[in-house]
């Protein structure tokens, strides 16, 4: 059979305009069904005719799963909630600059119009072997084509590679580690909570799935409580475009300060490893120490042990840790963009 | 510059409104009655040979119309008259046809469904069973040159003029390569030089011998080559998406096997080519075939990953150079040694463009070219903007910046010493000469507006993080053709009507050469109309819209058909109001006796009269040596006004080439090797400036293209299986806005050239290498040599060489 790609096959659309009707529409349709949010992942499945649903469930008319609403001293954003809307909430730009910095480094001002926050941390990774349907590991197949010595992997893992090399994306979901945010997640069964640290799974614990989502979930709110309201902040995104571009690595940390010394910090990255990372030895190494280039320089020496690079991934060795001195230490910000 | 009344002023476009309202029609925006839709199939395989196609269960299919493959392709393309009575040469290379017999690249069109709608078409594809016999394929075009490898193509690896022949390196050019180094002393299947290039070397106080790699960037025009296509009583109507109008219509018809009187060309917008959309092309052809065999209108729309496929790519470069420069920088010998990415079909000519550019920008005392265009089973290479003049300014400049350093010369002095002035020598083995040259004006100007004395200053300070380096260059390229023709008509409403028969790709030169047939006739302009982007229109034989030349071609070419117009204007002038004709001139829609009162006859009455004495006044008689479309557009449009229709036939001693001086500033973050261009600024040697507003767009997304170019865009190919990995636009990686400065500056300066009537020299190209020099040079400036002579320079290559880890490639390595 020959291969087509880029022309979306058809499908039925279904918009619910409540979450129990798409928790109902879940159930009733399985695995023929796929979830859209903002659609900037599952189009380019759909375009590729590498996913083939019978059923698509669009989550854009449910009310109940946008918009922002304080939440005790923190906030709770719907996952439908658009990165625009987030960057441009007063509240969130208020007391959580972090999460306004990576939602507003993402993609491009026309794709944050569309995309959502809770599109934004479940996405499937990038990895242009898996994206143009090669039967990786990660596919169902045996082999991984980034990780051969020809193969082109600038922008794959250098952590957590298990038989998969391929890097989570987002560029909000170290912000939201950082800020140690709740991940609220509905089922026909009921709801759980999951920290955001918790939210994003590795190739060893599910080499098909990026989150802790299965079959059945829907991510509806994101919880993010006020533990770091307004704490020092610092993120930074490298990658080779100003705009539409994902990260080649990118950085986030919150901490707290008492006197010259770090009190709190949480530290978060990504581009990395196949999930995005809490930095724990990095966050217990600093902590009590003073907010200097010399904790910094630990802090960014501690960062990469243990790195493992690909052939041509060798540079994210040195700009983890480079990044990650600039989130202890702090910096201009590389420049200006929206 | 005399004092014009439209030429140099800056006015509306009457295309603007349409594309800023989106009411501009485009290809992919025409419907006709029981139109089909086309999909493609395209070889999964970079080099395969087609066992067996089964089409049953698609065309099983309810909605399926109709497929067509390579058995229905025309027979003996129709020759257009310049390819007639060329005997083809023995191993004559087998050209590049619709649909492959042989796929020699992945995304190679094997066959097209026309269906009722896409859907259907799309999954009439999934249907089809394709039986392949992988064949063996290159992608490196170094991997093609290897002592026992492999070679693209069974009848060779090298394109030599039309044919395919083998040639080898050896095991110690390869131990070269291996350790970083071009192997100057390989073999090679072109060369072209002149002067004592030992002497030019000995004579030199510093010799610089530099490894280089320009990489292969699709076209990726925004809008991709969507046509659609209808036959009506025998006749193929095509809407497509070109950059030339006229010059499409002979090539559709050899694509599709008809006599170019029988195809109309349709395309009165084009969104951007970029050299891949220059004559017709296969996308045009598999519709029209597709329309005469389903006997239906068939659309087909061309997607992203289709364009990526079959859009073209321009020719990458793995390169040596040796250079030779007196104390004060002068180049006295140049030593240039080019492999060449040519794809799987022909030869290309950017490679021999290259030497030709730089041999005219630094004057070189001696000059030697070698080349070698090798095969390789990756998209078509084709032209684009400034086709080897971006890669030989792009890879060449940054070892003048290099030079400069070492030699300790300004920056902006060691171009001035180098450049040419008019009547400058250039070429190699053919030695031309530039009809025009003010590039020391240029880096005058520029180097005034950019504060250079104080800007220099500035290169490799550092501020926390970020080093700054700054940059002077220059750049060229070809600018304008001669001997194309001219139609105008004076209709007897008084308006003047100015046929055009080359294309509206976007840079404004379809109507900014209208311009000067109103001017020459002193035309107010809302009186004129500018007939374009429709061959059933009656447009005059024109350039193609390529090498920067319609400026020049077709401002020559409308000023001989105004002046023809004016001429018989004088002549009816003086037939009915007496004296001569020379006694007669014209302005406001008039034609009026020279110094006296009285005596005035109206545009309208003259093309009224002209139809009254018919002949050559209204185009029943057309001048003989005009083109034979010219003269067949003359024929459809006789009897209806006066007709001015003249070949251009102007002098031009020498070739017209234009210049660009490009001042840049980067900021390169030494812990990231992120680096963003702060300030740019272009000042261009363009002859007379014909239109402010559309100079500056050239200038300034020409310098964005060559941005692209030098920081973000790639082509990327898994050399282990031979397929493309950057398929989509996000992985190709176009600069945007925001990669641009916010403030980038222009200027001009605005000397005519000599061979021109109105002074003009065309500018898209030579503007490209200017940005990527720019960038390339103001880099290395920041962060030191290590990063000299390659393109992309992406983040981690520059962070590389800032903490010396051991780099993410070889030097020569394409495809990262």
């Known amino acids: ?338 | 510059v005399p004092d014009y009344t439209l030429i140099g002023h800056n006015y509306q476009t009457p295309d603007l409104v349409a594309k800023v309202t989106g009411r501009a029609k485009y290809a992919e925006d025409f419907r006709a009655d029981g139109m089909l839709f086309a999909k493609l199939l395209l070889s999964p395989m970079p080099h395969a040979r087609i066992r067996n196609i089964d089409t049953r269960a698609a065309l099983d299919m309810p909605g399926v119309v109709g497929i067509v493959t390579a058995d229905d392709l025309p027979k003996a393309p129709v020759t257009t008259t310049s390819a007639a009575d060329k005997t083809p040469p023995p191993n004559e290379v087998a050209p590049e046809v619709a649909l492959a017999r042989e796929p020699l690249y992945e995304g190679e069109p094997i066959l097209a469904v026309a269906a009722t709608d896409e859907c259907t078409a799309a999954a009439a594809v999934e249907r089809i069973q394709l039986d392949l016999e992988p064949l063996p394929f290159v992608i490196d075009p170094l991997d093609g040159l290897r002592p026992t490898g492999l070679s693209a193509r069974k009848e060779g690896n090298v394109f030599v003029g039309r044919e395919l022949k083998t040639l080898r390196w050896t095991d110690a050019d390869f131990a070269q390569i291996a350790e970083g180094r071009f192997p100057m002393n390989a073999a090679h299947s072109e060369q072209q030089q002149f002067g004592d290039l030992n002497a030019g070397f000995e004579e030199a106080a510093l010799v610089l011998e530099e490894t280089l790699y320009q990489q292969s960037t699709s076209h990726q025009p925004l809008e991709s080559r969507t046509a659609m296509a209808y036959w009506q009583n025998g006749k193929l109507y095509l809407h497509g998406s070109t950059q030339s109008v006229a010059r499409t219509v002979p090539s559709v018809a050899q694509w599709v096997g008809v006599p170019e009187s029988d195809v109309v060309i349709v395309s009165e917008y084009c969104g951007g080519g970029f050299g891949s959309k220059i004559p017709g092309a296969h996308s045009m052809a598999i519709p029209a075939l597709l329309a005469k065999k389903t006997g239906r209108p068939v659309m087909m729309r061309i997607s992203r990953e289709e364009e990526t496929y079959i859009g073209r790519v321009r020719p990458g470069f793995q390169a040596g150079v040796k250079i030779g420069f007196r104390k004060d920088g002068r180049v006295t010998a140049l030593d240039l040694f080019i492999v060449q990415d040519s794809g799987p079909y022909q030869r290309q000519g950017d490679m021999q463009l290259a030497a030709t550019v730089a041999s005219l920008m630094y004057q070189p005392l001696a000059m030697r070219f070698r080349g070698i265009s090798v095969a390789t089973n990756t998209p078509p290479r084709v032209s684009q903007r400034a086709p080897g003049g971006l890669q030989g300014i792009a890879m060449l400049e940054p070892v003048i910046s290099k030079a400069a350093r070492k030699l300790g010369v300004d920056q902006v002095e060691i171009r001035r010493v180098n450049v040419p002035t008019a009547g400058s020598p250039f070429g190699l083995s053919n030695r031309q000469k530039v009809t025009s040259a003010f590039v020391r004006e240029a880096l005058d100007k520029g180097a005034a507006l950019f504060n250079w004395e104080e800007r220099k200053v500035r290169s490799g300070k550092r501020r926390g993080s970020k080093v700054t380096g700054v940059s002077a260059v220059v750049s060229n390229f070809m600018s304008g053709s001669v001997g194309y023709d001219g139609l105008v008509m004076i209709r007897p409403d008084g308006t003047l009507a100015i046929h055009q028969g080359i294309g509206n790709l976007g840079t404004h030169s379809v109507i900014d050469t209208a311009r000067v047939a109103a001017e020459v006739l002193a035309m107010p302009w809302d009186r004129c109309e500018v007939v374009w982007g429709n061959t059933g229109r009656h447009v005059p034989w024109s350039s193609t819209q390529s090498g920067s030349q319609t400026t020049h071609a077709h401002s020559r070419a409308n000023h001989a058909a105004a002046m023809d117009a004016k001429r018989k204007l004088q002549e009816i002038a003086a037939m009915d109001l007496g004296g001569r004709p020379e006694d007669y001139e014209v302005g406001n829609g008039r034609v009026f006796r020279k110094g006296s009162a009285g005596g005035v006859l109206t545009f309208a009455t003259a093309a009224r009269r002209a139809i009254e004495l018919g002949g050559k006044f209204d185009g029943h008689e057309v001048p003989g040596q005009v083109h034979a479309m010219t003269k067949s557009s003359v024929k459809a449009l006789a009897g209806q006004g006066l007709v001015g229709v003249a070949k251009d036939e102007y002098p031009r001693d020498g070739l017209t080439y234009s210049f660009v001086a490009g001042f840049a500033e980067v900021e390169v973050d030494v812990e990231t090797g992120a680096y963003r261009i702060v300030d740019y600024l272009a000042v261009a040697d363009v002859g007379t400036v014909m239109h402010p507003r559309s100079l500056g767009g050239q200038l300034h997304g020409g310098a964005a293209q060559g941005f692209g170019h030098a920081a973000t865009q790639r082509l990327v190919y898994d050399k282990t299986y031979g397929v493309a990995l950057a398929r989509r636009l996000h992985y190709n990686r176009p600069p945007t806005i925001l990669d641009v400065p916010l403030a980038m500056t222009w200027d001009a300066v605005n000397l005519p050239d000599p061979y021109n009537p109105v002074g003009a020299k065309g500018i898209g190209e030579a503007a490209i290498g200017a940005g990527a020099a720019a960038v390339l040079c103001a880099l290395t400036d920041a962060v030191g040599d290590g990063l000299v002579g390659r393109t992309p320079v992406l983040p981690e290559m520059v962070l590389a060489a800032i903490e010396a880890i051991r780099p993410t490639n070889d030097r020569l390595t394409p495809y990262i």
């Open chain 1, 1 to 338: 059979m020959a291969t087509i790609r880029d022309v979306m096959p058809a499908f039925e659309l279904y918009q619910p305009s409540s979450l129990d009707a798409a928790l109902a529409l879940l159930d009733q349709h399985g695995e023929n069904a796929l979830l859209l949010a903002g659609g900037l992942d599952s189009m380019d499945w759909l375009k590729d005719r590498l996913r083939t649903p019978r059923v698509v469930i669009d989550l854009g008319p449910i009310a109940e799963l946008r918009g922002i609403h304080p939440s005790g001293g923190g906030l709770e954003i719907g996952a439908m909630t658009t990165l625009t809307d987030v960057v441009r909430h007063p509240v969130v730009r208020e007391k959580f600059g972090i999460l306004v910095e990576g939602a507003e480094l993402a993609a491009s001002p026309q794709i944050r119009n569309q995309g959502t926050l809770g599109g934004n941390v479940s996405q499937d990774t990038r990895c242009w072997y898996y994206r143009s349907g090669w039967s990786c590991y990660r596919a169902g197949g045996n082999i991984c084509y980034a990780d051969t010595p020809t193969a082109l992997n600038r922008e794959h893992a250098i952590f957590g590679a298990d038989r998969c090399v391929a890097v989570n994306p987002s560029d909000t979901a170290p912000a939201l580690i950082a800020l140690d945010a709740k991940m609220v997640i509905r089922n026909r069964s009921g709801e759980r909570v999951v920290d955001a640290q918790d939210y994003f799974i590795g190739p060893g614990h599910d080499i098909t799935r990026m989150t802790v989502l299965r079959p059945g979930d829907i991510l509806t709110t994101i919880r993010i409580p006020d533990s770091f309201a307004g704490a020092q902040f610092y993120f930074e995104k490298v990658r080779d475009r100003q705009v539409w571009d994902f990260p080649l690595v990118n950085v986030a940390s919150a901490m707290t300060l008492s006197g010259g010394s770090i009190e709190r910090i949480r530290l978060a990255v990504n581009g990395v490893a196949p999930c995005p990372v809490r930095l724990t030895r990095v966050e217990e190494a600093v902590q009590g120490r003073a907010r200097n280039a010399a904790t910094a320089d630990l802090a960014g020496h501690l960062a990469i042990e243990g790195a493992t690079p690909l052939q041509h991934n060798g540079y994210k060795i040195p700009l983890l840790r480079n990044l990650v001195r600039r989130a202890i230490r702090g910096v201009e910000r590389a420049w200006e963009t929206s």
